[in-house]
Structures are given as C-alpha cells and as structure tokens.
C-alpha cells in the first residue's frame, strides 16, 4: 500500500454540492444515501456510504457508472451488477467505505443509445464498436466531479475498488491519495464473456479474465 502525502484535493474549487442525506437500509446491510447535484451541469449524483468519513483513513471508495440493465434488471451481458454487490459487500464487512453511483449510462451515451448499441452487438459489433458505430465516443465518461464528492465526504486516502486504470488515474489527478487498489473482478456468466474481452483488450481494464 502507498504511503499517505497531502491532500491536494483541499486546493480544488468544488463544482458540486450535497442537496439531502438520509438512511439506507439494504439487504446487504444499513447504508447512508447522500444526494449531490453538479453546479456546472444538469448531472446528479447519489453516494451510498457506511462509517466515518476520514480523510487520513484509508476507505473503500468506488465510482460506479450508472446500469440500468445490470443494475436493475440483473443482464449477464456485462458484470456491472455483480460489481456493484460486490463493492456493497466489502464497504459492509469493513464497516466503512463510500460509493459514488455515476448517472453516465452506456459509458455516457444515454440508455436509449446504449440499447440502440446492444442492438448493433447482437449483430456482432463488440462494445467498443457498437458505442462507435453509433458516432460516440468508446468511453464519454467524466469523474472529476466524483472525485470531489469524495473529497466533499470528508475522504482523501482512498482504497480504490476498480479494475478501470482511468478512474483510479482521475481520482488521482483531483487530488486524493490513491493508497491501493482493490480488484472487483467477478465471476461472469458466459454471455458477458466477449465484453470482458474487450472491456481488457481495447480499453486496458485490469483483468484476469480468461475466456
């Protein structure tokens, strides 16, 4: 685990700001649910957490992008779903921990143009290709404002639970100390086999994965 430096996060002007904050329970276990809205966009953001919020404690973070098809509906297409549990299980067994759930469907393209993407994967297009096709970006997202709600929560040494070497980067560049990351690598269904690939081979995400 990396050492602990200064919190460079406390130089940032922050560009979102907490709105409402109230009890969560779940059948993992009893959360807090925090509300945030962007001050220089539409977007906004809910942070399910757990225990206090301590800048120099080392605490579980994640950010998690927005699947409503993984998410809600339980698709084995992708492994956001069981990532999300995951993450929810080891915030609870450690008793301390937050989780920034990102309102970017699709990677950032809407959940309209993501099932317009699904649509062109069953047609054989990859994840990468389908976003593409479609005129987007492989990847839109943004998490500079997660970053500072992070910050915002009270945390600066953070444990990070990704296997996306850009949201960890993002992090770092907000200004958080990044002592450590924490692997969410799940077991997946079969069908979610050929974007896992893709997700390690054209986007560089850390994976063990072997299909």
Known sequence: MKKSTECKASLLELTVERVATANLP????DFRVAGYRSLISEEEFVVLFKGKMDRRHPTLVRIHSQCLTGDVFGSVKCDCG???????KKIETEGRGAIVYQQQEGRGIGIVNKIRAYALQDEGAD????NEKLGFAADAREYKQCAQILFDMGLCDVRVMSNNPKKIAAIEE???NVLERVSLEVDAEESASRYLR???EKMGHLLEFED
């Not at 069981?82 to 929810?88: D, E, H």
């Open 174 to 176: 907000a200004g958080l």
């Open 198 to 200: 893709t997700k390690k």
């Open 26 to 29: 779940t059948e993992i276990g």
């Open 82 to 88: 069981p990532q999300l549990q995951m993450a929810m």
């Open 127 to 130: 994840t990468v290709e389908a």
